[in-house]
């Protein structure tokens, strides 16, 4: 148990589909985000939310789509997908502005494949 | 600009060998630096970080990790490495000024040999 949730961790959708990825996390934490890591990439930053307000948006493609209705809870909706947006999904949070809280935890991941 | 490089894609090392991955960065204000470990299709597991004092510091799995302010690297060590080691490690670089936000370098990734 690494305080930080991610469900479903296995995602199969077809092109067409609408889905959602979950987040949530029970530290206490005021940032949230999320990642993407393709095979032999690096990771990269999706989103950012610091105390709900998305503060960061990396040039990502509106079918992904982020909502952060409290600082416990992200998700990630998923909508018209293509098979070059399969991936592993991290979730990841901190407690942002203080020493000892920076760095991340982070969710297990949701391995994602797009048919 | 920031940024986090790890030179080494992959490394393969003996099962009772010492271990050195190797990071180094580019950031402008004061660094706080961690490592990672990733287990394949798991998320990833913080071993270290380093805020400020002891330039040398212990974390989990009896990994440690030096910081080179001089040499913009904090390389992560290990004396002997356990089969259960293999795993890809990631170095990130951060600071109170950055939103919380992380700056990863792009892994290595670690075989051990028997």
């Known amino acids: 148990e690494t305080g930080v949730t991610q469900t479903p961790r296995h995602l199969v959708m077809g092109m067409t589909n609408k889905k959602s990825l979950k987040c949530e996390q029970h530290l206490g934490h005021n940032a949230m985000y999320w990642y993407k890591q393709s095979a032999k990439k690096p990771l990269e930053l999706m989103f950012v939310?610091?105390?709900?307000?998305?503060?960061e948006n990396n040039s990502v493609p509106s079918r992904f789509s982020p909502e952060c209705p409290n600082s416990s809870h992200l998700f990630l909706h998923l909508h018209t997908l293509q098979p070059e947006d399969s991936a592993l999904y991290l979730c990841?949070?901190?407690?942002?502005?203080?020493?000892?809280?920076?760095?991340?935890?982070f969710g297990s991941g949701t391995r994602l494949t797009v048919v | 600009a920031q940024s986090v490089t790890q030179p080494d894609i992959h490394i393969t090392v003996s099962e009772g060998a010492s271990l050195e991955l190797r990071c180094n960065y580019s950031?402008?204000?004061?660094?706080?630096l961690f490592w990672y470990v990733q287990s394949p299709g798991q998320g990833l597991q913080l071993l270290l970080k380093?805020?400020?004092?002891?330039?040398l510091v212990q974390g989990i799995k009896g990994f440690e990790a030096e910081f080179k302010r001089s040499q913009s690297s904090f390389n992560l060590r290990k004396p002997s490495v356990h089969w259960s080691d293999a795993a890809e490690y990631f170095c990130a670089v951060g600071s109170l000024g950055q939103g919380g936000k992380l700056i990863f370098g792009q892994g290595t990734e670690l075989s051990v040999k028997p």
């Open positions: 950031y402008g204000a004061t660094p706080y």
């Open positions: 380093y805020f400020s004092g002891d330039t």
């Open positions: 990841a949070s901190s407690q942002a502005g203080t020493v000892q809280g920076s760095g991340y935890t």
């Open positions: 939310y610091n105390f709900k307000e998305q503060t």
